[in-house]
Each structure stands twice: as C-alpha cells, then as structure tokens.
C-alpha cells in the first residue's frame, strides 16, 4: 500500500453479509474493479475487521494525512446501528475527516431500509450516528440490492459509485485543520494553544458532572422500576389480575416522566457538547505533536493530555455500568405499549452517553501516542 494508494474500509456486520448471501462482500469487490477500470489506480480495501490489518492501517492512516484518500463506507441496516463497533468506527472517522475538512470521505451506503433515515424518522428516538450519516450524501441502495448482480442496473450503480469515489479524490481540497474556536465566544483576539488548553481543561469536570447527574437519574429510574415490581407482586397476592398490574403500569408511568425527560435532556447535551468540540480537539492533538511547538504549549498539552486520560478513566467505569443496565431493560421495551416509548427513551439516552465515551477514548488513544518529552500525560 503506497502513501497515495487510496484505501477503502468497508464497514458492515458479518452477520448482513451471510443474510445476504454474500452480497455485501461481493459488492466491495465490484467496486474496487470498477474503480481501477475508471482510474488506472487500484483501491484497497480492508474487509476483515478481525485481522490485525484492519485496526493498523486504520490507526496509521487516520493519525496522518493519508486521511485524504482514505474513505470510511459504512453499509447501513438496522443491524449496523445496534453493533457498537460499527457505531465506533462511523463516530471515529467521522471526527478525524472533519478536523481536516473532509467530510465527504466518509460515503454511507444505505443497504437495508432504516427507518430514521426515512420519513418515518419522527417516530423513532433521536440516534446521534443516524444524524452523522444523514448529513452525507448516502448512496440508496435499498431497492438495488435487490437487483440481479449482473443486470445493467446494478452493474450501472456500482460504475457509478466507484466514479463517485475517483471524483472525490481529484475534486477534493486540500485536507485544512479546523480550528477550535473557543468556548468564551465574548473574546475578540483568537485564542492562542495555551488559552484554548486552558478553557478545554475547565470544561472537562463539567462533562464528568453531566455524567454523574445521568447516572443518579437513572439510579431513580431504578428505584422507581423496583417500586413497580414490588407493587406487582402485592396486587397479584391480592388477586388484583391484570387489572392491578395495569393500574401499577400507569403509576410507573407518570412516576417516570420526569426522570426520563432528565435523562434524555442530559444524554443530548453530553453528546451534542463533545461532539462539536470533537474536530477541533483532534486538531489541537495533532497540532501538539509538530515538533515545532513552543515549550509553554508543550506544557500545556502535557496538563491536558493528563486530564483527558482521568476522564476517560472514570466516565469508561460510569458507561460500563449504564450499558448493563440498558440491557436490562431490553425485555422491558416490548413488555408494555404504554412503558415502551420511555423505556426505548432511556435505551437512546444511554446509547448517546456510549457514543460520547467513544469521542473520550479517541482523544485519550491519540494523546498517548504524542510523544511530549516526558510521561506525564501516560
């Protein structure tokens, strides 16, 4: 793989493709033809995400300015939103191809209908991976996948997409850093590292608070559910029937409603907040590794680097912990039509506290891997 080869990572789940037969698989290939017949110049693409290839030329490409030709294309169903690794890779690339103003690297195909990238969106919890991928042109591949392999159809779209991929490489500007800008919108001059260093610094203990008041919203959400099943087992013991456990069921209910507005209101502010900070932060880490930068920045980002490893650390411990319990509640979204749409609300507030974590742990990756002349920051 040459410097200016460009690479293709074709993220899918396994289990589509052996749905399909295969189709997904055969679909990166017939690309990859196409694209070498259109440009003279191959495009590699890494399909296992089990070999060790797979996490290495991710990392080196991202972390360098192979980004420029190296495209991330998700192939989007249903079952790609609940696996949490596609979810990683999508908000991952995504941060690194807009720090470098680079978004249309980043080129979703929409294979299986999902419905929130649809009209029918309103009638489905806000899915923050689902609102990265709709603000990329997808390819809609809904109705082709249907097609025969070999029809002019088909073979019509896969020319097309692969003539899409050249044209974005040659048409494609300069990758340019994006700046942060700063937190203190009120400043007229533009803040310099250390200042930007600074005002990061002093809003990383406001994220962690956001976590802990998620966390105590949920603890009370807890509670109330195991109010309910206690109230359950004493209407049934009493012959309540069905009955008792639907007046319980409306209780719950009401008892939620505020708790589980807390929650959804907290998880979209955690996510929106670092997702917006997210290019700009990669920049600053990428910008803390020149070699030219002056003591005093190096010492500044030696302090933060610090800061966002505590981070990572402790919301890791917090977000293991709501994961377990949105599994738990897994059963409980199909239990009760009138529980179902607050229960899916918390699954979707937890899930937006689990992307974030993926945001925290790119920055810890990235910032141990500047070497800073010393080890302050490990």
Same mark, same amino acid.
């Given at each position: 793989m040459t410097n200016a080869q460009p690479v293709g990572f074709w993220s899918y789940t396994h289990r589509d493709d052996h749905l399909d037969g295969g189709r997904i698989v055969r679909l990166s290939e017939r690309i990859a033809n196409a694209f070498e017949i259109i440009t003279g110049e191959p495009l590699e693409i890494f399909l296992d995400k089990k070999a060790i290839e797979w996490g290495d030329a991710w990392r080196m490409r991202l972390d360098s300015a192979l980004t420029g030709t190296t495209f991330l294309i998700p192939i989007v169903t249903p079952k790609f939103l609940m696996s949490q690794e596609?979810?990683?890779?999508?908000?991952?690339?995504?941060g690194h191809a807009?720090?470098?103003?680079?978004?249309?690297?980043?080129?979703?195909?929409?294979?299986v209908n999902v419905p929130q990238l649809t009209q029918d969106a309103e009638e489905h919890p806000a899915d923050e991976v689902v609102e990265l991928i709709s603000r990329r042109q997808w390819v809609d591949w809904r109705e082709l996948r249907l097609e025969d392999e070999d029809s002019p159809a088909y073979r019509k779209a896969v020319h097309d997409l692969a003539r899409r991929?050249?044209?974005?490489?040659?048409?494609?500007?300069?990758?340019?850093?994006?700046?942060?800008?700063?937190?203190?919108?009120?400043?007229?001059?533009?803040?310099g590292f250390i200042e930007i260093m600074?005002?990061?610094?002093?809003?990383?203990?406001?994220?962690?608070?956001?976590?802990?008041?998620?966390s105590e919203s949920i603890a009370s959400i807890g509670e109330e559910s195991s109010w309910a099943?206690?109230?359950?087992?004493?209407?049934?013991?009493?012959?309540g029937g069905f009955a008792g456990r639907m007046r319980v069921t409306e209780e719950l209910a009401t008892r939620l409603a505020e708790p589980v507005e807390k929650v959804d209101a907290?998880?979209? %502010?955690?996510?929106? =907040? *670092? #997702?917006? !900070?997210?290019?700009?932060?990669?920049?600053?880490?990428?910008?803390?590794?020149?070699?030219?930068?002056?003591?005093?920045?190096?010492?500044?980002?030696?302090?933060?680097? %610090?800061?966002?490893? =505590? *981070? #990572?650390? !402790?919301?890791?411990?917090?977000?293991?912990?709501?994961q377990e319990f949105s599994n738990s509640i897994e059963g409980a979204t199909q239990g009760s039509r009138r529980l179902r749409p607050q229960f899916r609300s918390i699954q979707a507030a937890v899930?937006?506290?689990?992307?974030?974590?993926?945001i925290i742990n790119e920055w810890s990756r990235m910032a141990d891997d500047v070497d800073l002349g010393g080890d302050d920051h490990q």
């Open positions: 596609c979810r990683r890779e999508v908000i991952t690339f995504a807009a720090s470098l103003g680079l978004d249309e690297l980043l080129l979703p195909i929409h294979y991929l050249a044209d974005i490489i040659n048409t494609a500007p300069p990758a340019l850093p994006i700046e942060l800008a700063p937190l203190n919108q009120a400043e007229e001059e533009p803040p600074a005002e990061m610094e002093e809003a990383l203990p406001a994220w962690y608070e956001t976590v802990q008041q998620f099943a206690a109230e359950f087992a004493a209407s049934d013991a009493r012959g907290l998880g979209s %502010k955690y996510w929106s =907040e *670092l #997702a917006a !900070i997210d290019p700009g932060v990669i920049g600053i880490i990428r910008r803390a590794s020149e070699e030219d930068i002056s003591p005093e920045d190096r010492e500044a980002a030696r302090v933060f680097f %610090k800061e966002i490893k =505590e *981070l #990572a650390g !402790i919301t890791a411990t917090t977000t293991s912990q709501l899930q937006k506290v689990i992307d974030s974590q993926t």
